[in-house]
């Protein structure tokens, strides 16, 4: 096959099509862009205030706070709620590195647990166990766009006095029960990189929250510790959501249920298209949840021939995430070992991310199907 055959291929399904978004919310971003360019109103100013008003408006909580990122925004809400140095914070083994990250950057440590077989979700029948004198919170993550369990580690929480920390990085408008992540614990992070359900033109985070107190922490951790200029009352840091990617967010953000929407349909439509092929295991929602498919995350017993056959295709992948936190050699310091968590390590031989974004057709899902039934 020619270079020029190879590469036309390629592009015949993406993993994720941000030019199509883009090109949805042009009208609105544009003529703001250019306005805030004209006025300098760079840091700050009345797009990131009615942004932070909007998001905590559609997940149905008082506080929204923007940041600069979805590792800052969880290090700012483990700090708020009181991590620190000495401390320890439970967290799953499936999950993005940043979340392990952001408790080592507040000062405490990470303490793994397994997770669900079925959801790949944090095991809630091993927190409790997980839980010793120094632990401070618990992060359940909200994977893939999946909610996780949240409401079971509320009476653990509440008897043992420790803060529930939502990473709900993944899961902009998803909901359980009819309430929305990242409205769920005390506290709450998410990001909004550009591939992400919400995302930027760029780096953006924000902390949401029920407690105004909280809210009124991470404010000021995020500002130097400062409220009013050149007087610091705490050690804090720098992290701002800037009026360009505030921009993008609120144009994005009217969209998002229905971008969310079609999703689901994209979801329904692979679950049908890959079921019954051996070896192949399609992910499942589980009950309460209203899941809005970040990520569509099969999982394959010959992933490599699988990811292989796509490649060949045109079709990009992903695996989120092929070692898990634990295993990493960044966190090798912590003590764990290949067989700590079975759960997880099985899974991350065989997950295997396929094209997922609000513009995907059919078409481009069948093809997908095709590929991985003829594997």
Not at 5 to 12: E, F, H, L, N, S
Not at 274 to 290: C, F, M, W, Y
Not at 325 to 351: C, N, W
Request: some cysteine; proline content about 6%.
């Amino acid at each position: 096959m020619t270079a020029e055959a190879q590469a036309g291929r390629v592009q015949r399904v993406p993993f994720v099509d941000l030019v199509a978004q883009q090109q949805e919310v042009s009208a609105d971003v544009v003529p703001e862009v250019v306005r805030t360019l004209d006025t300098g109103a760079f840091i700050g100013g009345p797009h990131v205030t009615a942004f932070e008003e909007e998001y905590a408006e559609f997940i149905g909580v008082r506080a929204c706070i923007g940041v600069a990122n979805g590792t800052d925004a969880l290090e700012l809400a483990l700090r708020a709620v009181g991590v620190g140095p000495g401390g320890e914070v439970i967290l799953p083994a499936n999950t993005f590195v940043a979340t392990a990250e952001a408790v080592v950057r507040a000062g405490a440590r990470p303490i793994i647990v397994d997770v669900d077989p079925d959801t790949l979700l944090i095991d809630t029948n091993k927190v409790g166990r997980a839980v010793g004198p120094r632990t401070q919170a618990i992060v359940p993550v909200h994977l893939f766009g999946q909610t996780a369990p949240v409401e079971a580690l509320v009476p653990l929480a509440a008897h043992r006095g420790l803060a529930l920390v939502e990473d709900a990085a993944q899961a902009q408008g998803a909901r359980r029960y009819g309430r929305a992540a990242g409205s769920l614990g005390h506290i709450a992070a998410t990001s909004f990189y550009p591939g992400k359900n919400l995302g930027a033109a760029g780096d953006a985070g924000a902390v949401t929250t029920n407690d105004p107190l909280l809210a009124d922490m991470v404010r000021l951790l995020a500002a130097h510790g400062s409220v009013v200029k050149y007087v610091h009352e705490i050690v804090g840091f720098n992290s701002r959501l800037d009026a360009m990617q505030a921009i993008v967010l609120r144009a994005k953000l009217q969209r998002l249920a229905e971008w969310n929407a079609r999703r689901r349909a994209a979801a329904r439509l692979y679950a049908e298209l890959l079921d019954g092929i051996a070896g192949v295991r399609t992910p499942k929602s589980q009950p309460g949840n209203e899941d809005v498919w970040h990520l569509y995350v099969i999982r394959a017993e010959q992933r490599v021939r699988v990811q292989s056959a796509l490649a060949a295709a045109g079709i990009a992948t992903g695996i989120h995430y092929p070692t898990p936190v634990h295993l990493t050699d960044a966190f090798s310091y912590l003590g764990y070992h290949s067989g700590d968590f079975p759960v997880a390590e099985e899974a991350s031989a065989q997950i295997l991310s396929l094209p997922m974004f609000p513009h995907i057709t059919p078409e481009q899902q069948q093809l997908v199907a095709e590929v991985v039934r003829g594997c």
